[in-house]
């Protein structure tokens, strides 16, 4: 058995309040997290061998592997071979608790137990859950699949025991998939509140427009921009010397290149910054986002998130994230000026709950900042590159409510899906399989600008196509779902559609296609930046008696439209060319599903 690999691993213990669970909440709200120590970590492994040759900890991973020839973990027990963490210190017979990690599982990898809630050593049965892979899917038991697909990537893995209602649940990278009963008490190893809900941080919001006329470069004085600054695809581009002079001469601050919010300045109500961001490694000793006060005020700002040694920190204390470096991240900062709170959220998850400093007129920056020298000696090096990339935009809450970010899934009744189900549409003279292809789950779908329509005759351009057949309906809710990669390169192509009866015209009441790597309402609103080379969720829900469609990505809504009226509908996905299409077009998908609203 190949190693499985394990990150971040936790436990969390909760207090159960009168509260009810309204939405798809992120499993951890209401919990509370445990302190985890090396103490705590037992680790379990052949007997006969140095725990050097089945295990390995490095930047925060923990890795562990086993043949299936090992030794069991102590002489004489009839049990197989393992490498295994088990909890110490939190075993626990009563309450709610739960465990959280990142998991890699790398292919190959069949027959084994991942995770466990164990119960006490001796007892029969031993265990309440096992989660184990088979031929790549994740099991309960070697039963019900949990999780399909599941080599190779890394997966969030929750799962929740709730002792006295003898349930444990289970959810992969945040969305429940598997809950089952437990088998009577015992004292586990591996306390009580239902969860809270996880609204998205632009919930209840109002997006704001902002215009090249809303960003305000400040620089080095005597330096051009272009030489301390970009933007191209989307992406501000910023950096600075801890040598460059400030943005302005006779300035005592450090030196900086920031984007300054221009036309928003506030001093009242519930104002939201949000882009996503890069910081690559070497940067420190920066300030990358603030919430500025007046100009000449002091202190300067309510707020600053800064780099030191890759870590993200509020001015100079406490981690807001770890390991910062080098990956994008979603970077959310709420600014409740009557209530005097700020809140900072990265990838949709609170991280930072601070106080204000009172009234002000603020605004915001992002970008690098250098601070002083000997007030943070981090900045010692004779010169630093600092660099950062932003993805922008600006957010004002709506009527003061946060609203809860249900799963678009919530309320539906998922249908059952087969081969019968999906029709494929190609090249009429390609054979199939040299435009598609299924492997471990996923549909890979690919076409040339230069193919031929999928039928002889037809004025349509090339595509190759997944038709959902058997779920044509012209009245209710309905909601497809997939998950899709769509390689560099790809554009001017749709990679989904809700198809009017064929024949009509218009065609479809919803096209999503990419051009230049982002996802767009047919050729016009942006739906998501950014969507080359990563694999999104993609949800489309259709009111057709209120004729309304709805998108989500990653379970957040981007897009509603309305329809164009009465027909019989249908669901497609796949690539199909439309204008200004590059010669190569492919879309991947996995995990496609059809649902239906309950009523």
């Known amino acids: 058995m190949a190693s499985p690999v394990w990150s971040l691993l936790l436990a969390f213990l909760s207090l159960v309040k009168d509260l009810f669970l309204f939405c798809n909440a992120d499993p951890t709200d209401g919990f509370i997290l445990q302190p985890l120590t090396t103490s705590n970590l037992e680790l379990q492994k052949p007997y006969n061998i140095p725990l050097a040759e089945r295990y390995r900890y490095a ?66 049965p031993a265990t309440d859950l096992m989660l184990m892979i088979f031929n790549g899917d994740l099991r309960f038991y070697s039963g019900v699949v949990v999780e399909s697909s599941f080599y190779d990537r890394w997966a ?136 500025h006060r007046s100009d000449g005020e002091k202190p300067a700002t309510d707020l600053m998130l800064m780099i030191f040694n890759g870590d993200l920190k509020f001015y100079s204390g406490v981690v ?18 009557d209530a005097n709170k700020l809140t900072t959220f990265i990838d949709g998850v609170q991280k930072l709950e601070v106080d204000g400093k009172g009234p ?54 998922l249908l059952p899906l087969t081969d019968a189900n999906i029709v494929l549409q190609k090249p009429y003279n390609i054979p199939l399989a040299e435009r598609y292809s299924y492997a471990n789950g996923v549909h890979r779908m690919w076409v040339y600008s230069t193919d031929k329509p999928f039928k002889a005759g037809s004025p349509t351009d090339p595509r190759t196509e997944i038709r959902i057949k058997g779920y044509d309906y012209s009245s209710g809710i309905w909601q497809f779902e997939g998950n899709v990669f769509v390689p560099s390169g790809t554009s ?17 009441d919803l096209m999503l296609m990419i051009f230049n790597g982002d996802l767009r309402f047919y050729s016009g609103v942006v739906v998501e930046s950014s969507f080359y080379d990563r694999w999104a969720r993609v949800n489309v829900i259709h009111d057709v008696d209120a004729n309304k469609l709805t998108t989500f990505i990653d379970g957040v809504q981007k897009l509603e439209v309305d329809g164009k009226g009465p027909s019989d509908f249908y669901f497609k996905c796949g690539v199909y060319a439309q204008h200004d299409d590059s010669y190569y077009m492919e879309s991947r998908w996995r995990d496609i599903k059809i649902y239906k609203k309950d009523g």
């Open 492 to 508: 001017g192509t749709s990679i989904m559609q809700v198809h009017r009866s064929d024949g009509e015209k218009p065609a479809t």
């Open 156 to 291: 969030r893995m929750n799962v929740i025991h709730d002792v006295d209602a003898n349930k444990l649940t289970t959810f992969i990278n945040g969305v429940q998939k598997l809950k089952v009963d437990g088998k009577r008490a015992s004292l586990f190893y591996f306390q009580h509140s239902l969860l809270f809900c996880n609204a998205d941080p632009t919930d209840g919001f109002i997006s704001l427009p902002l215009t090249d006329a809303n960003i305000v470069l400040q620089k080095p004085y005597n330096i051009p921009l272009a030489e301390r600054y970009s933007y191209a695809n989307g992406v501000h581009r910023m950096w600075v010397y801890s040598t460059d002079k400030p943005f302005k001469a006779g300035s005592p601050t450090g030196p900086r290149t920031e984007i300054r919010i221009k036309g928003y300045d506030y001093s009242s109500g519930v104002w939201q910054f949000e882009g996503y961001v890069l910081v690559p490694s070497g940067t420190s000793g920066t300030s990358i986002m603030q919430v």
């Open 360 to 413: 002000s007129d603020f605004y915001f920056k992002c970008g690098v900042y250098g601070q002083p020298h000997d007030k943070y000696p981090a900045m010692a090096s004779p010169v630093w590159l600092f660099l950062l990339t932003f993805l922008i935009s600006l957010s004002l809450l709506n009527e003061s409510l946060l609203l809860c970010n249900a799963d678009p899934i919530d309320g539906f009744t």
């Open 59 to 124: 930047n925060g991973v923990r890795r562990m592997w086993v043949y299936s020839t090992d030794k069991p973990f102590k002489a004489g027990s009839p049990t197989g071979p393992r490498t295994e963490i088990r909890i110490k210190g939190y075993d626990y017979s009563s309450g709610i608790w739960q465990f959280e990690g990142y998991v890699f599982v790398p292919s190959g990898t069949s027959g084994t137990s991942i995770m466990q809630v164990h119960r006490s050593d001796g007892e029969k």
């Open 320 to 337: 807001v994230e770890s390991s910062f470096y080098d990956i994008w991240a979603r970077v959310n900062v709420i600014h409740d000026v």
